[in-house]
């Protein structure tokens, strides 16, 4: 048995860890407009999902995708990716599209909030990007009594999941915090300890938990 609870606020659960899903997901758009635009951009494996829910035919176009598991979604359900960085950031994917892709006409499926304006920066270097927003995030609600125990490790994926956690429950100093990547990272509660997992990825997230059992 573990000497500290893992808690996962991923919504998908992992064994070995205490699942505390922290958002939901709702899908905004009932089509997507691909006028003008010869390339997808996906920052994240929910916003495939909600693609192919809206318009399977999106995979008629290639994909940029912002990491691994990004990456392996598209795959998974038939697409085509054609790049993805090695840095699994936001600003990484951005500035490989200025030296890269600056002449393909990018649509950026996206989620209503972002911890990464792609589109400001790539305006300001010349490059228009066309966006759609096609799901949002919501946070989920629980009573106080479902807090993590004192000492507890709570895994977060995304800025979201920290948004919604302290929404929900004070962070105590006796916990640690593992993050998915440093743009996850920005929004923990200051002096929190943390961890960085060493890729953006739930597994790796988890295994750095493990670590610190």
Not at 12 to 37: H, N, S, W
Not at 81 to 95: D, K, M, N, T
Not at 180 to 196: C, F, K, M, Q, S
Request: contains cysteine; charged residues 25%.
């Amino acid at each position: 048995m573990n000497s500290r609870p893992i808690y996962l606020t991923s919504p998908k659960p992992v064994e070995g860890t205490i699942a505390l899903p922290m958002i939901r997901f709702e899908i905004v758009a009932d089509t997507i407009d691909y006028q003008g635009c010869d390339t997808l951009m996906f920052t994240s494996k929910q916003a495939v999902r909600s693609a192919e829910a809206i318009d399977p035919g999106w995979k008629r176009l290639p994909a940029l995708a912002i990491g691994p598991a990004t990456e392996n979604e598209i795959r998974r359900l038939g697409g085509e990716v054609l790049y993805r960085p090695e840095r699994f950031y936001g600003h990484a994917l951005a500035e490989d599209m200025v030296r890269f892709f600056h002449t393909r006409r990018i649509l950026y499926l996206r989620p209503a909030t972002v911890s990464f304006d792609s589109r400001g920066f790539l305006r300001r270097h010349g490059i228009e990007l066309h966006e759609q927003i096609i799901y949002r995030t919501a946070c989920r609600e629980y009573p106080p009594l479902v807090a993590p125990e004192p000492g507890a490790i709570v895994v977060f994926t995304s800025p979201s999941t920290i948004r919604c956690f302290l929404e929900n429950f004070p962070w105590r100093q006796d916990y640690t915090a593992v993050v998915i990547g440093e743009a996850t990272r920005e929004h923990l509660p200051p002096g929190a300890r943390y961890a960085v997992a060493s890729e953006p990825t739930i597994t790796a997230c988890v295994e750095a938990a493990r670590r610190l059992v």
